[in-house]
């Protein structure tokens, strides 16, 4: 009996000596094989050392240049790691995200390096320097979105982070990425409404709007164009849905309208019956916000449930091109706001349209493309304004961006000072499967035209916030 | 096998103070397992729980017949996967984690096979007859570890995770659904109110009924069903009697796998199809199961109908909490029964 | 050597020197390793493997499958980070409330599952481990719903801050080897005797005298202590503690580091672990399918090994040690009882 008691330490030992050797080897892989670029590798110490301190000394100039072409361009390269959901529920739409990111990259040069969705773009290049493009895939959750762009940024020295796709996420990627001043974020379609106007981090850029803003102007029109007075509201019950339903309820009860119920659905419901049995008879409209799987469920059930009597308001992800084709003849006449439309007219969004098609054949623009396409190209117009230079650990970069204006495919976009972009929105109706324009809403910002101050004291959207009389 | 013995080999003599412990705790529930205190309880429970549900249902006046469908619809469903789960945990003791991947690839067959064809009864068969295919190849696979429980089922996860990234990479990533066949597609009138009912649920309930009726037949009448029943009573004597049990297995697992992609056929149709539906279906039809009794049929069938029915409840009346009052009515059971509804003894420490 | 082993003064000698070694390995190993890999590889590792211990003991020592344990871990990361963020109690109190938190939310489990066993266990414990998932999700005057608690930092020892990766490295190395010892010292006590006995026959631990539903329910009190602990650190990680901490991909993830580590030996958690987080960070550098890799690599060590990757070393060290007896050498009794 007595050598048992011994052993046990023998083996933790044995065990935590294997462990220390393994890890060892991994370290000394990731630095030599990682990367397809030698020349680069040398950069990754300096780059490393700016990272512990900040706004140190452009030690990354002194590197040797390998392939000498003009004089003035360095050949260090700037890496843009692009991170969205590729894994779980939300893995379809992951896809999109990155074909946008591609779309952009391929303006400055670049050459698509395979058909799927995490093989890269090579041969981009911003003011002569080269664009490395590294892609990370979230299942959705904010601890693996955190994990996969720390390996993005400190292994692969991403400088730029695009993304991410879903709004927790995005709340937990500031909270990393406000520690790294000189690695700079561009969302994508993190829509959470905190990703800057609470608490906003100064290297974190949303060149798109947040889910309230995308709800914009729908309540308005349903008090004063259709005449709703009285409406429930069915929604997904987490932070975003929130959001739409509590930006609705800000204008409908502001112009005077009531809401009878608001029915919150828990994420991972398959069957809307017993939900969809909770709306009164007595409402004039019942607006919905859901994504995915549970708009196709909802609409759906809804319509063989009650065949849509009362009529529907949905939310902008419900009814996004990217689940309209499923969606089939059920979404028709559906009214909701949004920030892509399919009949804008705008030659820059035509464009996109035809090259998505080209380069993607069978895609077409949703939120999803869109706006990883205007975070990606955003981020590139600002390199190129500062010549491709982030040596200053990326302060004059940063500056470039939140001067940033330009004519997006979806209209013009600049940012306020909490690097929160203004934009257009559109009310919109589906007519024949498409996204047709009812209104422009111009110029809608991150606090939906209310004062600041007086928008932030209203306290954040919730089940029962806004209150509505 | 044993790495070392008993307390025998204990040289620190019984009476540890863990050992009182011990003793105080088996008294201790000796005593709350009085059978006259245990029904008092649960009866005077069941009278609360009936009494509140009754008066709930009236307060909404016939949207409690909404309720009441909406569970059974919910049931068949379930019924369709807990049925063939249960039934291959009775043969095999595989707990098969695999089941909802096995669901999601019979849906997706089935839309295959409806978008060239056009005919969801085809495509459900099809469908079917996929899930049934992989289901056996599945089997093949766990035979290599020859009734190591564990590890089967740690097999049946893995592959759980490998068929749910190969549908992404095989479907995409973007939800969808099937089209129900046409003279199901639509609403009828339920008789005495205003409310609508799609005929497609009443179709899956149908469906349900008809799968339950099947599996009687074939358990009761047929000599392979008494080869099954054998074997989920005394697995060794069936082979004892040269019976080929490997074939006998392999047609379970292909019963069931045909059962989950009828499943997801019909779910495909009225529900839709995404990645995540696999886990949603195989937790609900693990719930189910656990509920009704591991291995038996007749307690999957109670099962799905009070799972559905407390479901479709919950949901109606505290929407926000409804998924929380499902899992508190499962423990409930499992703390008045430990081994589910119909499930006896030997079903639990398998 | 033999006379060595058995002399207590040797065995005494040995314990240092190899303790000794471990603080070495230990120190040594933030110089070998880069920040990152640090921090998201071995860090990571270490906590995954602690959870992941506390299920490995429940299987490997009393054989019970419990898929609750992530309920348990974010029961005592979601307590602290409440009691911090929420009502403002002092780090150190909310650490030592969650690190009471485990064992007690493990006694729960305990009680509601006293009465099953084998895969039916499983199963139930997988239904708690999912309520846990649902209930963070949902119940949000508690827990703040989807989104979870964001922005925690941690705490300060010693005047070392665990938000920086070398002192928080330190900290969970040390804790990884104490939960490795408490466990191991518990399997040593006659309850550790009585967790076997539930393991390879219940009849005769009841003949015996003991009650299965207490042996049971103490098994998953010290358990939950090691899952605890895992939480804590977790969120010491992390910043942030969401559902998404615990959800079923989560729980599936427990089991998959427990059984590619093997549970005859706790420490299989971590090896199971570390694979695991390699698999995690690096595996879609080969391929754009990365979870049926994940998947693939497991079933494969499932379907070659019943011990997992330890069981294969210890196995292949077995097969050493007979042909060295069969030149003469002797063989260690205890290393083939390990493998049966």
Known sequence: MRPRNFKPFRRLVTFLAVFCLVIAACGNDDDSADDPLPAVQATAAATAAATAAPASEPAATAEPAEEVSEPAPRTEEITIGAISTLDGPFAGLGDFSMHGVKLALLEWGGQLDGSGTRDGVSGASVAGVPIRLVIEGSDATPDVAVEATRKMVEQDNADIIIGPLSGDEGLALKDYIRDIPEVTLVNGTSASQDLTLRDPAPNVFRFGADGAMWSYGVGTYAYEELGHRRIATIAEDYSYPYDQVGAVLTEFCAAGGTVTDRIWVPLGTQDYSSFIAQIPDDVDAVFFAMGGTDAINFVKQYDDFTGQVIPLIAGPTAVDQSVLTELGDRAEGLISSGPVVDDSGLADFDAFAARLDEVFPGQTPNIFNVYYYVATKSALAALEAVGGDLTDGSQAFQAALAELRWDTPIGPVYLDDNRQAVVDIYLREVQDGAQVTIDTLPQVNGTLGFDRDEYIAKGSFSRDNPPCG | MHRSSVPAASADGPLQPDFNAALVWGRLSRFSQHSMARRALGVGVAALLAYYAVSKSVEIGDRSLLVLLNGLTAAGLYFLMASGFTLVFGLARVTNLAHGGIYLLGGYGALSVQRTTGNWFLAALLGALFAGGVSVVLYLVLRLLRGDGLRETMLTLGATIVIADQVLATWGGIPTDLDPPSFLTGSIDLPGSTLLYPKFRLAVVALALLAGLLLWVLLYKTRLGMLIRAGVDDPEMVSVLGIRVPLVLASVFALAGALAGIAGAAGGTYLSLAQGEDNRILLASLIVVIAGGLGSLRGAGAASVIVGLVEAFAQTHHPVLSVLITFGMLTAILVLRPHGLMGGAADASA | ?340
């Open chain 3, 1 to 340: 050597m033999q006379a060595l082993r058995h002399s207590a003064s040797g065995r005494l000698l040995a314990s240092c020197a190899l303790l000794l070694l471990l603080g070495a390995a230990i120190a040594a190993t933030p110089a070998l390793v880069s920040d990152f890999v640090l921090l998201q590889i071995v860090i990571k590792s270490l906590w995954l493997g602690i959870a992941g211990t506390s299920l490995a003991f429940l299987i490997g020592q009393a054989g019970l499958i419990s898929l609750a344990q992530t309920a348990v871990f974010g029961t005592s990361g979601y307590l602290m980070a409440i009691l911090v963020l929420d009502h403002g109690l002092s780090i150190w109190a909310a650490v030592a409330a969650a690190a009471f938190a485990g064992p007690v939310s493990g006694l729960v489990i305990g009680v509601i599952s006293q009465r099953s066993s084998g895969l039916y266990l499983m199963m139930l414990t997988l239904a708690i481990g999912v309520f846990g998932f649902f209930f963070a999700q949902q119940y949000q005057p508690i827990t703040r719903g989807h989104t979870g608690f964001n922005g925690f930092d941690a705490p300060i020892i010693l005047g070392a801050d665990l938000g920086e990766r070398e002192p928080l490295f330190y900290v969970t190395a040390v804790a990884a080897v104490a939960v490795v010892a408490l466990l191991r010292f518990v399997t040593r006590t006659p309850a550790g005797l009585a967790y076997r006995g539930l393991r390879d026959n219940r009849r005769r631990l009841q003949a015996l005298g003991y009650s299965t539903a207490a042996t049971t329910v103490s098994a998953f009190a010290v358990a939950g202590f090691s899952a605890g602990i895992g939480g804590v650190i977790s969120v010491w990680y992390n910043g942030a503690i969401s559902p998404g901490s615990i959800d079923l991909t989560r729980i599936i993830e427990l089991l998959i580091v427990v059984t590619i580590g093997g549970t005859i030996h706790l420490e299989g958690a971590f090896l199971g672990a570390l694979v695991v987080t390699l698999l995690r960070n690096y595996a879609n550098e080969f391929t754009n399918r990365t979870e049926t890799l994940v998947g693939a690599v497991f079933m494969v060590i499932v379907l070659i090994s019943r011990h997992g990757l330890l069981g294969i070393f210890i196995n292949a060290k077995s097969q050493a040690h007979k042909a060295l007896k069969f030149f003469g050498g002797q063989r260690l009794a205890s290393e083939k009882e390990a493998v049966v």
